[in-house]
C-alpha cells in the first residue's frame, strides 16, 4: 500500500512539474513574439472564454444572452422597437409572447436568451439562459461616467465647435505612464489606422494579433473592435486613446449610416463607439476617429457624427447624445448613457470577434 502510495505521489509530482514547464515554454514563446501584441498575463482568462464561442454563420440566426435598455412604444403597426446594451442594433418586434417576455425581463432587470435575425433586425425567440451561459456573460463591473457626455444638434453645430478638442476636455495631464497624449502628425495616424486595416477579418490574414478584427460586419461589436484598436494603439504605437460614443436615446431616434464599404445596406443602432485620438494638424490638435468598418482614413469627429444621420437610411436619424468615455469604458450599462460596462481581460471583446469574424454587412 504504502508504494502505491507513493507512485500517486510520484506521478502527482512529475505531472505538475510537466505543467509547470510547458507554461513556462508558452510564457517564453509569448515574450518572444514579438508580432504577436496581444500576450499579456490575462492571455489565459481570454483563451478560456473563447473557447466556448465560435463564428456566427452567414444568413443565419444568431442566439445570445442579452440585457434589455430600452422598449420603446409601438408604433401604428404594432412593432415596437427594442435596445440592448450588449448589442447596438435596433431591433423590430411585433406584439405577441416574445415582446411579453421582453419587457418581463425588462421589468426585473434580468438577461435573456435571445435568438435573432441581425440582417433583418428581427427577434425570433427569447428564452431564460442557463446558469454556465449567465456566468459566462456576466461582464467587468460598471462605471459612472467621468467622461464628457452633452446633448447634441448636428444641425445648429458647427463641425468647428465640435471638433474643438480643448472644449471637450480630452487633452490632459492624466495620461498613462509610457502614453503620448497627441499623435504628432496625420500621417502617423494614418500609418496606424492602415495597421488596423490590416487585421480586418475579411481580408484573410496572416494577422498580427491573436484575433482578427470584425470590421467587415458592422450590425454590431464596435464595442469590441473598439476595445481592440484601442489596445493596439496603446501597446503598439503607444498613443493614449479615448472612446467616443454616440447615441440615439431621445424619443424613437436612430442612429443610421449606410454600410458603403461593405455592400451599401442601411444599418441603424441606437449607440456606436470608436477610438478617438489627439492628432497635431497644421492648424492644432484636433480629435481624429478611427473606425474602419465606416472610413478608409481617421476622420474629425464632426465628420464621423454627420454619416450617422444619414436621412436616406431613416427619416429619424438623430445623434442626440455624445460622450466621451475613458479607454477602460466598453459598453452602456444602461440607456442614459453616463453608466458603462468594463472588459479588462478582454474576454467579451475576443468573443464577439470570433463570434463575428465570419460575417458580413450587407448579405
Not at 421589468?107 to 435573456?112: D, G, I, P
Not at 428581427?122 to 449567465?134: A, D, H, R
Not at 464628457?148 to 474643438?164: K, V
Request: with cysteine; hydrophobic share 35%.
Amino acid at each position: 500500500m504504502k508504494n502505491i502510495i507513493a507512485r500517486k505521489k510520484m506521478n502527482l509530482n512529475t505531472a505538475l512539474l510537466l505543467g509547470l514547464f510547458i507554461s513556462l515554454v508558452a510564457f517564453s514563446s509569448c515574450k518572444k513574439a514579438n508580432n504577436h501584441i496581444d500576450c499579456t498575463k490575462s492571455e489565459g482568462i481570454m483563451k478560456e472564454s473563447v473557447t466556448a464561442m465560435t463564428p456566427a454563420v452567414q444568413n443565419e440566426e444568431l442566439t445570445q444572452v442579452l440585457t434589455v435598455a430600452k422598449i420603446r412604444t409601438a408604433n401604428a403597426g404594432g412593432i415596437s422597437e427594442v435596445l440592448f446594451l450588449e448589442n447596438a442594433e435596433i431591433f423590430q418586434v411585433n406584439e405577441g409572447p416574445v415582446l411579453e417576455s421582453l419587457k418581463l425581463a425588462f421589468s426585473k432587470n434580468t438577461k435573456v436568451q435571445v435568438t435573432f435575425d441581425p440582417w433583418q433586425a428581427g427577434i425570433k425567440e427569447v428564452n431564460k439562459p442557463t446558469t454556465q451561459e449567465l456566468t459566462r456573460t456576466n461582464g467587468g463591473e460598471f462605471v459612472t461616467s467621468t467622461g464628457t457626455a452633452r446633448t447634441i444638434n448636428l444641425a445648429t453645430s458647427t463641425n468647428e465647435s465640435i471638433d474643438d478638442v480643448s472644449s471637450m476636455g480630452i487633452i490632459n495631464l492624466t495620461t498613462p505612464t509610457g502614453l503620448t497624449n497627441v499623435v504628432p502628425d496625420l500621417a502617423t495616424a494614418q500609418a496606424m489606422f492602415n495597421y488596423l486595416t490590416t487585421q480586418c477579418c475579411a481580408i484573410g490574414g496572416p494577422y498580427s494579433l491573436d484575433y482578427c478584427i470584425s470590421f467587415q460586419y458592422c450590425q454590431d461589436g464596435c464595442y469590441a473592435r473598439a476595445h481592440k484598436m484601442c489596445y493596439v494603439i496603446n501597446n503598439k504605437y503607444h498613443f493614449d486613446t479615448h472612446k467616443i460614443f454616440s447615441f440615439a436615446n431621445s424619443g424613437g431616434s436612430s442612429l443610421s449610416v449606410r454600410g458603403d464599404k461593405w455592400g451599401g445596406c442601411c444599418i441603424n443602432w441606437w449607440y456606436h463607439v470608436a477610438p478617438l485620438v489627439n492628432v497635431k494638424t497644421p492648424t492644432g490638435v484636433k480629435s481624429y476617429v478611427f473606425d474602419p468598418a465606416m472610413f478608409n482614413q481617421p476622420v474629425l469627429l464632426s465628420t464621423w457624427l454627420h454619416f450617422q444621420e444619414n436621412p436616406a437610411c431613416s427619416g429619424s436619424a438623430n445623434v442626440s447624445m455624445i460622450n466621451i468615455q475613458p479607454t477602460s469604458s466598453y459598453s452602456p450599462a444602461g440607456y442614459s448613457g453616463l453608466t458603462f460596462n468594463t472588459d479588462a481581460f478582454y474576454s467579451s471583446t475576443n468573443s464577439t470577434l470570433v463570434r463575428y469574424s465570419g460575417l458580413i454587412t450587407c448579405p
